[in-house]
């Protein structure tokens, strides 16, 4: 039941902030603010010219739960290393494949200029 809610407080956040309207939706869901810091500021400077937004904290961890079952945009970058559950981003940095810069750049904010894995 607890999930039902966050899924309906998560529609309620997206229609409630008109987040339709932003090209893209930047959601951090993770507690590590320099993460969260390197990720706005890489946001932010990859837009040239178009609307996003980010969005943080509880907000942003029930928006990721209900991205997670249902794909209600494609704008919307799920700021985390390890969520959704069941990505695993960490590892890569972990075991020396990849840097954080490269999965921020690549992977994460790869949508936004075409070069997404």
């Known amino acids: 039941m607890k999930e039902l809610d966050t899924l309906h407080i998560a529609r309620k956040y997206w229609l409630d902030n008109n987040l339709d309207e932003y ?3 930047l ?4 507690n590590d603010e320099a993460v969260n ?3 706005t500021a890489t946001f932010e400077a990859t837009l040239c010219g ?3 937004i980010s969005v943080c904290g509880e907000p ?3 928006l990721t739960t209900l991205y997670s079952l ?3 945009s494609g704008g919307v970058l799920v700021g985390s290393f390890d969520l959704p559950h069941g990505r695993k981003l960490c590892n890569l940095i972990d075991s020396g ?4 810069d490269e999965l921020i750049n690549d992977v994460i904010l790869g949508a936004i ?3 997404e894995a």
């Open 23 to 25: 090209d893209y939706v």
């Open 27 to 30: 959601l951090l869901p993770g």
């Open 37 to 39: 810091k390197c990720l």
């Open 50 to 52: 178009v609307a996003g």
């Open 60 to 62: 942003a961890r029930q």
């Open 70 to 72: 249902y794909r209600f």
């Open 97 to 100: 494949i990849a840097t954080e």
């Open 113 to 115: 200029n075409g070069t």
